[in-house]
């Protein structure tokens, strides 16, 4: 070998040792944002960590899984490899044995001999429960106020899974939609602006999971996610929102970010294709759980309320016909799965999705309000309270035809339930299709945090959810001022829908509200 060949080569070897003793060594690390489970099946959890390092060199990583908290009995561990490019989140999906199914379990990552908190969490049964009890929430926003009901529903140990149907997080920056009182209570966001970048996206989910409630709630419980608009941008469709202008790039590759920072951060079981975030899951034959995607793939864009107007005037007729105009929501190869996967062999089927699905119509109220009472935003849609037409263009009323689409898929079941977030008010509604045959009911979740009807309308909001029920009579109750989640037991031939609210959002120092259930009998409104 020649010299100059052989100086080269030792100088490989030197760097090749560099690598591997950075790659072994004790640099100090440590698990900051928590631990987290997600996507049970009958067999397999996926749990999460992300780890908080100096450097960008790639790392080992053990995790491991018992039934025993101590850990003195090892059901599943493994080895894996952290890494710059998936800003150090470890996700795991992991294999376990089917004599541990539906038992609690616990998991937790060991880096450098320091190990993560310990998480809690189990699989999905395979026989039928005689109850099964889940949380269903959405809505999150950071500075608006504390996250309380995630606090209580990691607290509530009859709890075995929570669905969080979106909006799990907010893009605006700190002087953004409902930041009024963050400074105040120090929530204020990171980073303070708008979030465009891969980096945004990650500091923002980075800044939610240091939030000692939600990282409560992860350690606790499985959580099946799936995302709605702000995990993107407010009101976006599949090229496009509301809140997307032209000087902040391309919309497709601020997506991208969003997409790629969501599947890091959360324990979510990824796919070839991450768009098609649509999954399902089995409960034994009690229930069949469908998370559909709304809003990101195959989305057209929605009618602009604003542009029926002229003036003080309203184009009601051009408005209602062009609602009747073929746009996707859903999408004809998510229906097409919906249908092939749909089973009537299960006693209920529940669909979780981010939108309100129940036809719903702008009541008389709003057209008596003081108009200067109320932001300037609102002054056109208080003008047609008792016109008896659907306002939400970005709900399901947005999309009509596809609605009698889903409806007819669900007529297949049992018995149907949609769950919805989105709306920050709390709804139930019994569900039919164009001919007035029973499909199902509809059972929409309050905020977590987010604004609802009584920061915008404050003592007249209890009129107004009265005004509400009035004017749309397939609705058989609404509350838009609790904040909290809702929990649904599951039976055979019933279930019970509670909607559970915390009395503050704005303080640590807070009582749980309990008093509004329902009970929905299999195959029968309510």
């Known amino acids: 070998m020649k010299r100059r060949s052989f100086i080269k080569f030792l100088g490989l070897i030197s760097v090749f040792n560099t690598k591997l003793l950075s790659q072994d060594n004790n640099e100090k690390v440590s698990f900051k944002h928590g631990v987290a489970s997600g996507d049970p099946t009958h067999d397999r959890v996926i749990i999460w960590t992300k780890i908080t390092k100096d450097t960008n060199i790639k790392i080992d990583v053990n995790w491991q899984v018992s039934n025993k908290k101590d850990f003195s009995n090892i059901i599943s561990n493994g080895k894996t490899k952290s890494h710059s490019s998936n800003n150090f989140t470890v996700k795991i999906d992991a294999k376990i044995p089917l004599k541990h199914n539906a038992e609690s379990i616990y998991y937790r990552f060991i880096v450098n001999n320091i190990f993560s908190p310990i998480g809690k969490t189990k699989t999905l049964p395979t026989s039928n429960p005689d109850k099964f009890n889940l949380a269903f929430c959405s809505c999150a926003n950071y500075p608006a106020g504390f ?133 399902k899951f089995e409960v034994g034959t009690l229930f069949q759980l469908f998370m559909l995607d709304t809003r990101s793939i195959y989305r057209d864009k929605q009618l602009n309320f604003d542009n029926y107007f002229k003036g003080d005037t309203f184009n009601k007729k051009q408005y209602i016909k062009d609602l009747q105009k073929k746009r996707n929501l859903v999408g004809k190869e998510q229906f097409k799965w919906l249908d092939k996967n749909i089973n009537n062999s299960f006693k209920w089927s529940v669909i979780g999705q981010q939108i309100l699905i129940s036809p719903t119509v702008l009541p008389k109220i709003f057209s008596e309000l003081d108009k200067n009472s109320f932001p300037k935003f609102l002054h056109k849609y208080l003008k047609i309270g008792g016109m008896d037409i659907p306002y939400n263009t970005d709900s399901w009323d947005g999309y009509p035809r596809e609605r009698n689409k889903l409806f007819n898929i669900l007529s297949k079941s049992q018995s149907s339930i949609v769950l919805t977030g989105d709306t920050h008010n709390s709804w139930i509604s019994n569900l039919y299709n164009d001919m007035q045959n029973f499909i199902g009911v509809e059972i929409a979740a309050p905020s977590i945090s987010s604004p609802n009807s009584v920061d915008i309308f404050g003592s007249r909001t209890e009129d107004i959810d009265k005004d509400f029920i009035k004017h749309n009579k397939n609705l058989k109750w609404t509350n838009g001022s609790g904040k909290g989640f809702v929990k649904l037991s599951i039976e055979s031939n019933q279930i019970e829908a509670r909607f559970m609210y915390v009395s503050s959002i704005k303080s640590k120092q807070y009582r749980l509200i309990d008093t509004n259930s329902f009970t929905i009998n299999h195959s029968k409104p309510i």
Do not use: C
């Open 147 to 279: 996250f309380n009901a995630y606090r209580e529903i990691a607290l509530d140990d009859d709890i075995d899974l929570v669905l969080h149907l979106g909006d799990y997080l907010y893009e605006y920056g700190a002087d953004g939609y409902a930041t009024e009182d963050a400074k105040k209570l120090n929530r204020v966001v990171n980073p303070i602006t708008e979030i465009i970048s891969l980096d945004d996206y990650r500091k923002r989910h980075a800044l939610y999971k240091t939030d000692k409630d939600l990282q409560l709630l992860h350690s606790s419980k499985p959580m099946i996610p799936v995302w709605d608009d702000h995990e993107f941008a407010n009101d976006s469709w599949k090229n496009g929102a509301e809140n997307h202008s032209y000087d902040e790039g391309y919309f497709s590759t601020r997506k991208a970010n969003a997409l790629k920072a969501y599947y890091e951060w959360m324990p979510i079981r990824e796919s070839n294709s991450k768009l098609k975030i649509w999954r």
